[in-house]
């Protein structure tokens, strides 16, 4: 059994989307476990000088990305709070022999990743009312969009270690990796996937705090090379929302598996790889 919970205030206007993308966020760390959602629960914190029809919209919104995910609400609690906030506990299952890490990447372990990078400065800008609705649908699409595929796609190849990319960023979760596996993981910067909007926003300095939170948190155990461009190396720090799996696979099993991502409709990008420790967790090219 996978148990997580995760719920957070709105990111988006729409309320419907904003369960969604709440939803898709909660179930993730099941997928990235190699799991399979089965139960929910509903987690709403709602203001009463809201309508009501909004918690609908919401709760409708988390309703379909469950659904989609083959799994049931069985229920959930709400209270009152002066800012609207949405989530599920989830509770998957996995048989154990496939049971996932995120401490377990092998040295010569390629690293897949599943999404492009940057919802943390869309949202950012979002805000601002900097975000064309071309970009703002993609970002709403992006962060609505299940890793079920994704884990669909990976399972077969029998990965090392899998984590989503959420909060702490690429770099953060990579670096979790890195030290709990105890090696050091090298990252192809110009091979990272990145919504195009999202680097140019970063080269304005569009940058969400969280990011300056991650490189500090991350100062000592991360090195990247001078000649990686700022704006990319602040999206590397970039906390996302519903982001995608980052997959070690072994190395004679990673261009099939980016085939078959793609083949499936999901992004599969190869973008470093694992080695022994060499007193840094994380050294960026």
Not at 75 to 103: F, M, Q, W
Not at 120 to 129: F, N, P, R, V, Y
Not at 189 to 202: D, E, I, T
Not at 221 to 226: A, G, N, R, W
């Amino acid at each position: 059994m996978i148990q997580t919970v995760d719920f957070f205030p709105p990111i988006v206007d729409d309320p419907y989307a904003f369960g969604q993308i709440a939803a898709a966020n909660a179930l993730s760390d099941v997928y990235a476990m190699g799991g399979v959602p089965r139960i929910a629960m509903n987690l709403i914190c709602f203001p009463s000088c809201l309508d009501l029809e909004i918690m609908e919209q919401i709760l409708q919104g988390g309703y379909s990305k469950v659904q989609e995910a083959g799994a049931i609400i069985a229920g959930g609690h709400t209270i009152e709070d002066n800012e609207p906030k949405y989530g599920l506990c989830v509770t998957g299952y996995v048989n154990p022999r496939d049971v996932l890490a995120n401490s377990t990447a092998k040295e010569g372990d390629i690293l897949v990743l599943t999404k492009p990078l940057g919802t943390g400065i869309l949202s950012t800008a979002a805000m601002a009312d900097m975000l064309s609705a071309e970009d703002h649908a993609l970002m709403t699409r992006m962060m609505s969009h299940l890793n079920r595929y994704a884990q669909e796609a990976m399972m077969p190849f029998h990965p090392s270690s899998c984590t989503d990319i959420t909060g702490f960023g690429f770099l953060g979760h990579t670096c979790e990796m890195a030290k709990g596996s105890g090696k050091t993981i090298e990252i192809f910067s110009s091979s990272v996937p990145v919504v195009p909007q999202a680097l140019k926003l970063a080269r304005e300095g569009i940058i969400p705090s969280g990011a300056y939170n991650n490189m500090g948190y991350l100062e000592k155990d991360v090195v990247i090379d001078k000649s990686v461009p700022l704006e990319l190396s602040d999206v590397l720090y970039d906390p996302q929302t519903s982001g995608g799996l980052l997959i070690a696979v072994a190395e004679d099993k990673a261009e099939a598996l980016c085939r078959r991502l793609t083949d499936s409709g999901e992004e599969g990008k190869i973008v470093g790889y694992v080695k022994a420790y060499d007193g840094k967790s994380i050294r960026v090219y």
